[in-house]
């Protein structure tokens, strides 16, 4: 079946402008998870959702960092104001309910995010 | 806190040469480990995880790893490296039963 999809595969923009990622997960799959990869870094952790309870925000470098998720479907991923230093691949995860066991990560492709 | 260091964010062997990419952990509760490989310009694919029994786990592409509790580690290897082989390898421990905390990324270079 299909993977996790994600869109744009690149994305420009200028300093100060807003953007917005979206990632579509693997039918079925009730959790997903966005992760950021910065040049040279490992990936880090930026928000977790399981269902309809609350996100797990945790991981947001600021509040100009936001994402939404409607139900089991798409996410978006919203960087307000952008800065230089928000240039990464952000990624995406999708697994089955995660209920006191683990269930395995789906990565999409990611979106690359260059400020300029 | 759950930690992941990589050593060495470059290595390079020759193609029949062995692989060993090198990861040590920081865990308050008994871990459960992963490797992940990420090609050019394509998401994270899982190699191979351990999470109890068998200390030893075999992945995908002729890739193993052990996991060693008294040295807190969990490299990776491949008795004879290919071509195919190159690429950005990510070793990672779960945190809670949720998020993935990852190391920085060890970049396998393989020349002919």
């Known amino acids: 079946g299909a993977g996790v999809s994600q869109s744009p595969s690149n994305k420009v923009t200028e300093k100060g402008k807003d953007v917005e990622l979206r990632c579509d997960p693997i039918?079925?799959?009730?959790?997903l998870y966005w992760y950021r990869q910065r040049l040279g870094q490992g990936l880090e952790f930026l928000i977790y959702?399981?269902?309809?309870?609350?996100?797990?925000k945790s991981g947001l470098p600021s509040d100009r960092f936001s994402a939404e998720r409607t139900g089991e479907s798409v996410s978006t991923l919203t960087i307000q104001r952008t800065q230089q230093e928000d240039s990464a691949v952000y990624l995406c995860a999708s697994s089955r309910r995660v209920s006191g066991a683990y269930n395995e990560q789906f990565f999409g492709p990611g979106t690359r995010l260059t400020v300029l | 806190a759950q930690s992941v260091t990589q050593l060495g964010s470059h290595v390079s062997v020759s193609e029949g040469a062995l692989v060993l990419l090198r990861c040590n952990y920081s865990?308050?509760?008994?871990?459960?480990l992963f490797w992940y490989v990420q090609y050019p310009n394509q998401g994270l694919q899982l190699l191979l995880k351990y999470t109890t029994g068998a200390t030893l786990v075999k992945g995908i592409n002729g890739f193993e790893a052990e996991f060693k509790k008294s040295e807190t580690s969990f490299h990776l290897t491949k008795p004879s490296a290919h071509m195919s082989d190159a690429a950005e390898y990510f070793c990672a421990v779960l945190s809670g039963y949720s998020t993935l905390t990852f190391g920085k990324g060890t970049m396998l270079l393989v020349s002919p």
């Open positions: 959702f399981q269902g309809n309870s609350a996100p797990d």
């Open positions: 865990s308050s509760v008994p871990p459960y």
């Open positions: 039918s079925g799959h009730t959790a």
